[in-house]
């Protein structure tokens, strides 16, 4: 598991799941060592989803942006996940950024917005199995 005061990233075994809470505003190595070691979840459990909680969200640097659009997610591209779950709240001040990430993620995932993690848990096991 990684904890800090800005991410949580652990393996929920039982889902099949790399999950990854944002707590707080993070940049540069801050965003990209959790996001680096959720990759390497995924690369260590086969055909995981990755499941984001962005209810404490926030805008992304511009520079962690494209490091993620073009670093990050082509090589979780390349692993055997097929979905990504957001969870995200009705009201989300950030709509237009999610927006743009779930654009990228759908390139090389199916994508399923929830507002909470219980739901996110119920939809993979209604649309995954």
């Known amino acids: 598991m990684f904890n800090n005061e800005f991410c949580k990233v652990e393996y929920i075994e039982d889902a099949n799941v ?6 707080k505003y993070s940049s540069g190595e801050n965003y990209r060592k959790p996001t680096n070691y959720a990759l390497d979840l995924l690369r260590q459990h086969l055909n995981s989803n990755f499941m984001i909680d962005a209810r404490n969200g926030f805008e992304d640097d511009k ?3 494209k490091w993620g659009f073009n670093e990050l997610l082509p090589s979780m591209g390349k692993t055997t996940c097929k979905y990504c779950i957001m969870i995200m709240n009705k009201a989300n001040v ?5 927006d743009m990430w779930t654009k990228e ?6 994508v399923i917005h929830t507002t909470s993690y219980e739901e996110a848990m119920s939809r993979l096991k209604e649309e995954i199995g």
Do not use: N
């Not at 790399?18 to 707590?23: C, D, N, P, S």
């Open 94 to 98: 950030i709509a237009e950024e999610m």
């Open 63 to 65: 520079e962690d942006v």
């Open 105 to 110: 993620f759908m390139k090389y995932f199916e």
């Open 18 to 23: 790399v999950y990854l809470a944002w707590k």
